[in-house]
């Protein structure tokens, strides 16, 4: 995991590993990042932006965003 903050502004990620013991499921890496503001001592908005290789064979890569706040 890494972090930086600048002024009002905040990025941080993560990569990671998982390994699958189960049959027809595969070994796949995962990496996500979030980048924050905040608008008052209150107020934070961020995005963030994740996703995997895929989690089967033949199967397909995964990405997804979330966007979200805290008050």
């Not at 890494?2 to 990671?16: D, E, H, M, P």
């Not at 934070?44 to 997804?64: C, H, I, M, Q, Y």
């Amino acid at each position: 995991m890494a972090q930086k903050s600048w002024g009002q502004w905040t990025l941080y990620g993560n990569v990671g590993f998982w390994w699958q013991h189960a049959a027809e499921t595969r070994n796949y890496v995962y990496a996500g990042a979030v980048l924050e503001r905040d608008f008052s001592e209150r107020l934070t908005l961020g995005v963030e932006l994740f996703g995997n290789s895929p989690k089967e064979r033949g199967g397909g890569s995964d990405v997804a965003f979330n966007i979200g706040g805290a008050w």
